[in-house]
């Protein structure tokens, strides 16, 4: 697995910017929970980065946002 937008996370200035481009730039992967694992992984990373969270705690954050589809949040 890699992320291919990791660019978008040091370009753009906030997370909602970073993941609209992560989902663009995932256009070979248009099936529903590979979108969402990759908007997942961006706003995880880009609170890592930008929030100094820890891996933990930025993916507790994320996965509890109402957004965060169902297969994420099981998953988690």
């Known amino acids: 697995m890699a992320i291919r937008s990791s660019a978008c996370l040091a370009y753009y200035k906030s997370e909602e910017d970073a993941v609209h481009c992560a989902r663009k730039a995932m256009f070979t992967h248009r099936e529903t929970t590979a979108l969402d694992g990759g908007e997942f ?15 933990l705690l930025a993916i507790k954050e994320v996965s509890a946002l109402s957004s965060t589809s169902d297969f994420i949040k099981g998953k988690v």
Do not use: D, G, W
């Not at 961006?42 to 891996?55: E, G, M």
């Open 41 to 55: 992984f961006t706003r995880v990373a880009y609170r890592i980065i930008h929030s100094n969270l820890t891996p």
